[in-house]
């Protein structure tokens, strides 16, 4: 495995998050996972794919929120996470919003024994049109990783620069 001082280091010379894993791609960088960049003394990434039961339970809790822009996360399952009324949908979004609670539990299936997570963001332009983003900007998070959960420290992508404190939420499989 690759060691984050071998990585290039991309956070003393790109614009944004964005910037970087572009940058990257284009240099054809073989160091790290792909859509793994160094930023700083952390690997930065925009999405985590891991390996999962074919089936279970999955908690998502969100813990910190900064900024009035709206923040919150997709999980994509092969064969879906199982909504209360059991509609199967294989990828739910749900914002960090006070309308909302911050603890959820669904069951799921996987067969392929994957699940992808991500951050996203309501952007918007000067008009004030908003639209619900991902992958941009200074999008990206850093992970920590304790037995079955998983802790994302995101940075959103109307961040002017990036801030990995803007959302905190965890992934609990059960």
Excluded at 40 to 46: A, S
Excluded at 99 to 117: A, G, H, M, N, T
Excluded at 126 to 145: D, Q, R, S, V
Aim: net charge negative; charged share 25%.
């Amino acid at each position: 495995m690759t060691s984050i001082r071998d990585m290039e280091d991309f956070e003393p010379k790109a614009r944004s998050i964005n910037a970087a894993m572009l940058a990257s791609a284009k240099a054809g960088s073989t160091k790290g996972a792909p859509g793994v960049i160094r930023w700083g003394d952390r690997l930065v990434r925009t999405a985590d794919v891991f390996d999962t039961p074919p089936g279970g339970t999955v908690k998502i809790e969100f813990l910190q929120r900064k900024y009035d822009f709206r923040q919150g996360m997709d999980i994509s399952v092969s064969e879906g996470i199982i909504l209360a009324d059991g509609a199967r949908i294989p990828v739910l979004r749900t914002w960090n919003d006070p309308e909302y609670e911050d603890v959820l539990q669904y069951e799921f299936l996987s067969p392929d024994r994957k699940i992808s997570v991500w951050n996203v963001y309501e952007d918007a332009n000067a008009m004030g049109t908003c639209w619900p983003a991902k992958w941009g900007g200074n999008a990206g998070f850093w992970l920590e990783i304790d037995g079955n959960q998983r802790t994302y420290h995101c940075s959103a992508g109307p961040c002017p620069a990036p801030d990995f404190e803007a959302l905190l939420f965890r992934v609990t499989l059960g």
